[in-house]
Each structure stands twice: as C-alpha cells, then as structure tokens.
C-alpha cells in the first residue's frame, strides 16, 4: 500500500507524455484539410478581391485548399460573428476589414461579437485610401475652398455615401469634427447610386474608396480634390492628400487583415502569421493589390493588433461625438 501512491503518479506521469506526444503532430501537421476564409461581404466589393487575391498564394504556403465563403448582411456583422462563434482551431479565418472590426461595431451596438477581443489577429494585408470627390460644376478646386463652399450654404453640402454607418459617412462626420465642414449626409443603397447622382450633380461631394471612384476620376466625370491617405496613391500622383492641405489627423484608409477567433493556439498563429508573410510577398498577389488601388500593409503582428485595436477606439470616438446609431 505504501508503493502505490508512486506508481499512481507514475503512471499518471506516463499518460501525462503519451497525451502531450500525441498532441503535437497533430499541431505541427497543421493544417490537414482545407481552410475556409469568410467574407462578410457579397462578392465584387474590396474586401472579397483582397480576399480573391491573397487566397490561392495561402494554400500554396499552407499546402491546403483555401476557401473563399462568401457570408454579407449587416454591414459586415453576421458573417464576423460566425468568425468570432467558429472553433479556434485555424480552420476558419475572416479577411476582416475596418467595416467588420471598426466602424459596424462602433455604430450597431447589438453586434454579436467584440471587433478585438473576439478575435486573433493574425495579420494586415492592405490599405486603401479613400478620396474625396465633387461633382463637375463644383466650383471648389481643393478642400480649403469646399469647406468656404459649405460655410456659405444654410444647410451645406449635400454629400452622399453608400449608407448611414459606412467608413464613406463617418469619414465626412470626421471632417465635420475636426475642419468645421459644414454637410448634409445623404445614404444611398451602395456606392453605385450615389456615384450616380454625384456624376449627375444631384450631390455635391462624397468620400469615397479610391478604387471604385477612379475610373470616373480619370474619365472627368468626377474632380477629386483631396486624398485621405497618409501620402499620394500611385494612381492619382497629383491629387493633394488632406494632410499636405494643412488638414491633420484625418488620415484614413480602409484596411484589410487575416483574422481568426480569439483563442487560437499559439503554434497555429505562428504558422498562419508566417504564411501570410509569404504570401504577400508573392507577386502576383502585390500586382493585384496595387490594380485595385491597395497596397500592402507593412506591420508586424504585434503592430497590426495595436493597429485593430486603435481603429476600433477611433470610430467609436468620431459615433459618439456624432450621436449616431444603427440599433
């Protein structure tokens, strides 16, 4: 009786190494089977290219087939909650975005899910700024004269965007904030109508993702005088950003990133961090950020999780001062 409390703690000591043995091939053969990647966005918009793009360099790295599942509603927030509800087990990933983990939560307050701690980011993929437009007979030529503009109207500009809640109208609640922008908003369903009206003078201005207002901003239907990127995208070297206009800390751009549910073990978040390192040294994958008017991001992991998290307080900040809400 004495020896058996010792073979007990031996035997337990043994089972103890046979678990931990078994447990790590199956966390270094990570991953066995194909990986899903959530879009909480129809197909055709920025995030689901970005998506598109980094997607076949991924499973080239990870030795799996990547899926794309495409999963809209709610500005982004029924397909981030079934993200932020998935097994951590690095089967399910989101291309998140500022809508999912920044400004949809800051102005839905019933989300299912908290745009940080809900989640592991793992890391950013793209960045792309916005840029703001006017209608052809605007007489404003850059942003000091448009505010002048607005000042002189009782009710200011009409400025559309895609919908109430969008990165589009709580950019322009910003520059109400911060540069006395004087502006009515008005949502449309969807950049598309509102490019529209803007084109046919029915609006005055708009903020709006450069990689869909481009192709009208060459052809002259629309004027861009101001971008609210940090410096110049290649694709309008001649535009002014709002920061050489004297305009500060109006910096925005509508970034993308890889992130799967929080609790993600740690020897998987290396492997994912790591594949898409190499992924987005790929080629062909820049060459398609780039003809979307993106560019890559060039954080760390750490730097990309203070980032999200900063995003997060950011937007929250400009809905409260703005007292808007969508519940």
Known sequence: MRHFPIRAARRLAAGL????????????????????????????????????????????????????????GAGGTIGSGLVA?????????????????????????SVSYDP?????????????????????NTAARNYAELVKESQGRASGLNMGSPGTGSL??????????????????????????????????QLDAMVDQLSSSAPFIESGRLRAIAQTGATRSPLLPDVPTLREQGVEGVDVAVYTGLFAPAGLPAEVKDKLVQALHEALRDPDVQQRLQAQGSEPMQLS?????????????????????AGISGD
């Open 17 to 72: 190494l046979l678990s931990a043995l078994a447990a790590a091939p199956a966390l270094a053969a990570y991953p066995d089977k194909p990986v899903t990647v959530i879009v909480a966005f129809a197909p055709g918009g920025n995030v689901d290219a970005t998506a598109r793009a980094i997607g076949p360099a991924l499973s080239r790295v990870l030795g799996q087939p990547v899926v794309i599942d495409n999963r809209g």
């Open 116 to 136: 940080v701690k809900s989640f592991t980011a793992i890391g950013g993929i793209s960045t792309t700024p916005s840029v703001l437009v006017v209608a052809p």
């Open 85 to 109: 509800r998935a097994a951590p087990d690095g089967y399910t990933l989101m291309v998140g975005s500022t809508a999912t983990n920044a400004t949809a939560p800051a102005f839905v307050k």
């Open 301 to 321: 992991q750490p730097e990309f999780e203070q980032f999200v998290a900063s995003e997060a307080a950011r937007w929250r900040d400009v809905v409260q001062t």
């Open 168 to 201: 589009n109208h709580l950019t322009t609640e910003l520059l109400k904030q911060k540069t006395g922008l004087n502006a009515t908003h008005v949502p449309y369903k969807g950049a598309g109508p509102a490019l529209t009206d803007l084109m046919g003078n």
